[in-house]
């Protein structure tokens, strides 16, 4: 029998009420995936964790637990994995467990997994770690380092269901790891087996991304039947790596040989080195057959030794940054709104303000397909968006007082200052690496219910 895996979640802030809905509407599911955590979210949790040390960790991510408990109360069958523990996995499993005894789920089982935390090893003063792209030394941000994570792989989720926990709760993981954790652990695969493990990759990889794979963001999307109701995906995944990409019947959007190609090549670089903690994978002899009634079998993947170093994710402070929006309506709107971010620019440089990033945009004329003009010619209305950027917060705050006076000094048809002055907002910048995978030591505990 295939072991029945769906994703919930794409992103931190994806639809809450959809783990419960999956697990209503497919009750043979085995697991649930929920992904929280894109590239800087760790220094977001930063900032909560620095105000609240029992915080670091996605709390929207206790709205589903509560969702789940009724469910769990009558069906124990289907287990939970997630990476909404953030910088916290403890606090977040501690929180979880509170709220499953309140609502009488005793019994069941949290593992905790960590140690993706590597902030000592790159803020360590005799490091060598370099940007994995600009090859920028790490000492040129040693002092502003926020957090520093490694994506861990699917073993220590293996290990936490291996010794039966119900939920696994993670740090930082591979996307893809919170699938394969679940098939190496059910199936028995060995961490040498490859090719199956590549298979479990690639059906990581096309639901992670939640309903991506089933008509969301789709070329045709327009066109997909219900789309205010798209399905999330399931992965039937079989012993030997090879899947079958579906969705709860009666549910919106659509599962054909599109859509999964579509997501297949979402954030995909090199097809024949896919690298993930568990696996070299390559793409080049994958099948696709589309078997009818949204359902699409992939096999195929073909898989090689891991990488000797994980990827690390770090963050670093990086500034300041504002963004101010102003509606600018009638004839030569464009021109108007072009000549008041020219104002404002010409304010600053008054001031012997120059920020480090300055940028006028009017948008809904030439913002984002550049070159291309609609047909009618210009708009009657565009909204003007200024966004300044500078490691100085003072500069940046003295452009958020030059953009609000074109209000009454501005053009005729100039309005939208409903939001007030713009908000000086902290910048945290992205910091890829790689580590020895010799210098992280997972770790996996058991919190009883």
Same mark, same amino acid.
């Given at each position: 029998?295939?072991?029945?895996?769906?994703?919930?979640?794409?992103?931190?802030?994806?639809?809450?009420?959809?783990?419960?809905?999956?697990?209503?509407?497919?009750?043979?599911?085995?697991?649930?995936?929920?992904?929280?955590?894109?590239?800087?979210?760790?220094?977001?949790?930063?900032?909560?964790?620095?105000?609240?040390?029992?915080?670091?960790?996605?709390?929207?991510?206790?709205?589903? !637990?509560?969702?789940?408990?009724?469910?769990?109360?009558?069906?124990?069958?289907?287990?939970?994995?997630?990476?909404?523990?953030?910088?916290?996995?403890?606090?977040?499993?501690?929180?979880?467990?509170?709220?499953?005894?309140?609502?009488?789920?005793?019994?069941?089982?949290?593992? !905790?997994?960590?140690?993706?935390? $590597?902030?000592?090893?790159? =803020?360590?003063?005799?490091?060598?770690?370099?940007?994995?792209?600009?090859?920028?030394?790490?000492?040129?941000?040693?002092?502003?380092?926020?957090?520093?994570?490694?994506?861990?792989?699917?073993?220590?989720?293996?290990?936490? %269901?291996?010794?039966?926990?119900?939920?696994?709760?993670?740090?930082?993981?591979?996307?893809?790891?919170?699938?394969? @954790?679940?098939?190496?652990?059910?199936?028995?695969?060995?961490?040498?087996?490859?090719?199956?493990?590549?298979?479990?990759?690639?059906?990581?990889?096309?639901?992670?991304?939640?309903?991506?794979?089933?008509?969301?963001?789709?070329?045709?999307?327009?066109?997909?039947?219900?789309?205010?109701?798209?399905?999330?995906?399931?992965?039937?995944?079989?012993?030997?790596?090879?899947? $079958?990409?579906?969705?709860?019947? @009666?549910?919106?959007?659509?599962?054909?040989?599109?859509?999964? =190609?579509?997501?297949?090549?979402?954030?995909?670089?090199?097809?024949?080195?896919?690298?993930?903690?568990?696996?070299?994978? /390559?793409?080049?002899?994958? /099948?696709?057959?589309?078997?009818?009634?949204?359902?699409?079998?992939?096999?195929?993947?073909?898989?090689?030794?891991?990488?000797?170093?994980?990827?690390?994710?770090?963050?670093?402070?990086?500034?300041?940054?504002?963004?101010?929006?102003?509606?600018?309506?009638?004839?030569?709107?464009?021109?108007?709104?072009?000549?008041?971010?020219? %104002?404002?620019?010409?304010?600053? /440089?008054?001031?012997?303000?120059?920020? =480090?990033?300055?940028?006028?945009? #009017?948008?809904?004329?030439?913002?984002?397909?550049?070159?291309?003009?609609?047909?009618?010619?210009?708009?009657?209305?565009? #909204?003007?968006?200024?966004?300044?950027?500078?490691?100085?917060?003072? #500069? #940046?705050?003295?452009?958020?007082?030059?953009?609000?006076?074109?209000?009454?000094?501005?053009?005729?048809?100039?309005?939208?200052?409903?939001?007030?002055?713009?908000?000086?907002?902290? !910048?945290?910048?992205?910091?890829?690496?790689?580590?020895?995978?010799?210098?992280?030591?997972?770790? $996996?505990?058991?919190?009883? $219910?």
């Amino acid at each position: 029998m295939p072991l029945r895996i769906a994703n919930a979640q794409a992103f931190w802030g994806d639809d809450p009420h959809a783990a419960a809905r999956l697990a209503a509407q497919v009750p043979e599911l085995d697991y649930l995936t929920l992904d929280y955590l894109a590239e800087v979210s760790m220094s977001i949790l930063a900032k909560q964790r620095d105000r609240d040390p029992a915080a670091g960790y996605a709390r929207d991510f206790l709205d589903v !637990v509560r969702s789940l408990t009724n469910h769990w109360r009558e069906d124990r069958r289907l287990k939970l994995v997630t990476n909404a523990g953030g910088l916290n996995p403890d606090a977040c499993a501690a929180a979880c467990a509170e709220i499953l005894r309140q609502a009488g789920c005793r019994g069941l089982k949290i593992g !905790v997994v960590s140690g993706d935390d $590597v902030l000592p090893l790159l =803020k360590d003063p005799s490091s060598d770690f370099v940007h994995l792209e600009t090859h920028q030394p790490i000492r040129e941000i040693h002092d502003s380092l926020v957090t520093a994570n490694a994506y861990l792989g699917a073993e220590p989720v293996a290990e936490a %269901i291996r010794r039966a926990a119900d939920l696994v709760i993670t740090g930082r993981v591979a996307d893809p790891s919170l699938t394969v @954790g679940p098939c190496v652990a059910h199936f028995g695969w060995n961490a040498s087996d490859y090719d199956n493990i590549a298979g479990a990759t690639v059906a990581g990889h096309l639901i992670e991304c939640g309903t991506q794979a089933t008509g969301g963001i789709s070329t045709d999307w327009l066109t997909l039947p219900d789309n205010g109701n798209i399905g999330f995906p399931i992965a039937e995944v079989s012993a030997d790596g090879s899947c $079958v990409i579906t969705k709860p019947p @009666g549910t919106g959007g659509r599962v054909n040989e599109q859509t999964v =190609k579509e997501q297949l090549l979402y954030e995909l670089g090199d097809p024949g080195r896919y690298l993930s903690p568990d696996a070299t994978v /390559s793409f080049l002899a994958l /099948s696709l057959k589309d078997e009818g009634n949204d359902r699409v079998r992939v096999n195929g993947a073909t898989g090689k030794a891991p990488p000797s170093t994980y990827k690390v994710s770090a963050t670093h402070r990086a500034g300041y940054r504002a963004s101010g929006t102003l509606v600018v309506f009638g004839r030569d709107s464009v021109a108007k709104a072009r000549q008041c971010g020219k %104002i404002v620019c010409e304010r600053l /440089s008054h001031l012997d303000i120059e920020p =480090k990033h300055y940028l006028a945009e #009017v948008v809904g004329h030439d913002s984002i397909a550049l070159g291309v003009t609609h047909p009618s010619g210009d708009p009657l209305e565009v #909204v003007l968006r200024i966004s300044v950027g500078d490691d100085r917060r003072d #500069v #940046v705050e003295q452009f958020t007082r030059e953009l609000m006076p074109l209000i009454s000094a501005g053009p005729q048809g100039i309005t939208g200052y409903a939001d007030g002055r713009p908000a000086v907002r902290e !910048v945290f910048g992205y910091w890829p690496t790689l580590i020895d995978r010799s210098l992280v030591r997972p770790r $996996v505990e058991i919190v009883e $219910v």
